[in-house]
Each structure stands twice: as structure tokens, then as C-alpha cells.
């Protein structure tokens, strides 16, 4: 199957800092990706979708001025969590689609703590 | 949008039982897939599988497109079974839409 990594895998920032949070495919080039959070012991919720070379579309209830998303090739997207708080809590994990392709692949996701 | 149900919440069984996990969907769907999240929190990929049957091993799966409904079945089940085991869909196929997940079953496999 594609690989899709995330960097990095776990971050503590301080509340009020930034954060940026790569995803990456490995073995192929996508035009697409998506950006999902999972509370503890809860389903995973999708946030947006990361267009190459486009503005990315937000979920309804997605902040897109504290989640900011930019799809700078085809092979990176960044999610950065701004201001962030400790209600910004979570795991996110990305997926991305290969072309032609008819399943979607996660990356292992990253754990970040807002103190 | 979009629901996605699944039953049971939770599964506890022993080592070599067999098991079957059911998603409910409210709409016709092109994209239907089933994961293991492992401890760690990566998603595995188990099936893709908007309609018909599929084996892999120890787990099959059935979705009947026409009744909004898929099942998965594990069978003599191992303790590395153990996890949360979540349906996903999206009315496109393929790439074009995120996935709706359900709340997923818990299932622990005792030795």
C-alpha cells in the first residue's frame, strides 16, 4: 500500500505558541489531502481538505484562521495550529488519496499536548 | 451528511472465538472502508469495500449496498486483534471526499 508519514509524531507546545505539522506521501504525489483530529476515546473528525496549489476547504465548525492549511506540492501538506490551547489538545491525522487509487491511506498521526 | 452506526460499542472474547462488527450508513455510498486503529493510533488498512464480499485471511467482509449495511468477520481471533476497529465512508469513490468514520468498536481479545 502508499506510505504517508507525519512529522512530528508527538509535540508539547506551551499555550499561545504556534505549531506546524507535517504530512507527507512517500511513493506517490497527491493533489489531495485531509486533515482529521481524534479526541481520546472518540471517532476521528474530519477538519478540512488540502487542495495542491488552492486554497483548502474547512469543515463546518473548523476554524480556518487557527488551523491553517497549505499544500505546497505534491507530496506536502502542513497543518499549523495557531495560538494554540489547551483545548487544541488532540491527535491529528492526515490521509491522502493515490491517483487512480481507490482506498484512502493514513499517516500514524501526531499527538499534540497544549500546556 | 452522512451516519455512520456501529455495533457493538464494545467486544470482549477469548483467544480463538469469532467475531462480527456491523456498520449501518444512511446514504448510498461510493467509498466504504474498514480500519484497525493499533495502540499507537495508526489506522491499518483492512478492506475497501463499497459492495460485495472480500477475504484476507482471518477477516472478511460483506457490504450490502442496496440495505445500507456492512459487516466484518474475524474469526479464531488473536490477542494482536485487539483494537478499536472503525467503518469510514464518503459518497464519491476513490480520493475525492474525506471519510465519514463512525464511533468504531472496541475489541479486546483475552489470552
Known amino acids: 500500500g502508499a506510505v504517508v508519514s507525519q512529522h512530528p509524531s508527538r509535540v508539547i507546545c506551551k499555550s499561545g505558541t504556534s505549531v506546524k505539522i507535517e504530512c507527507r506521501s512517500l511513493d506517490f504525489q497527491a493533489t489531495t489531502m485531509f486533515w482529521y483530529r481524534q479526541f481520546p476515546k472518540q471517532s476521528l473528525m474530519l477538519m478540512a481538505t488540502s487542495n495542491e496549489g488552492s486554497k483548502a476547504t474547512y469543515e463546518q465548525g473548523v476554524e480556518k484562521d487557527k488551523f491553517l492549511i497549505n499544500h505546497a506540492s505534491l507530496t506536502l501538506s502542513t497543518l499549523t495550529v495557531t495560538s494554540a490551547h489547551p483545548e487544541d489538545s488532540s491527535f491529528y491525522i492526515c490521509s491522502a488519496p493515490p491517483p487512480g487509487a481507490t482506498e484512502q491511506y493514513f499517516g500514524p498521526g501526531t499527538r499534540l499536548t497544549v500546556t | 451528511g452522512i451516519q455512520v452506526e456501529q455495533s457493538p460499542p464494545d467486544l470482549i472474547l477469548q483467544e480463538g472465538a469469532n467475531s462480527t462488527l456491523r456498520c449501518n450508513f444512511s446514504?448510498?455510498?461510493?467509498?466504504l472502508q474498514w480500519f484497525h486503529q493499533n495502540p499507537w493510533g495508526q489506522l491499518i488498512n483492512l478492506f475497501y469495500i463499497p459492495s460485495g464480499t472480500k477475504q484476507n485471511g482471518r477477516l472478511s467482509a460483506t457490504t450490502v449496498a442496496t440495505e445500507r449495511y456492512s459487516l466484518l468477520y474475524i474469526s479464531s481471533s488473536q490477542t494482536t486483534d485487539s483494537g478499536v476497529y472503525f467503518c469510514?465512508?464518503?459518497?464519491?469513490?476513490?480520493?475525492?471526499?474525506?471519510?465519514?468514520f463512525g464511533k468504531g468498536t472496541h475489541l479486546i481479545i483475552q489470552p
Open positions: 446514504d448510498s455510498v461510493n467509498n
Open positions: 469510514a465512508v464518503a459518497y464519491s469513490g476513490g480520493g475525492a471526499d474525506g471519510l465519514t
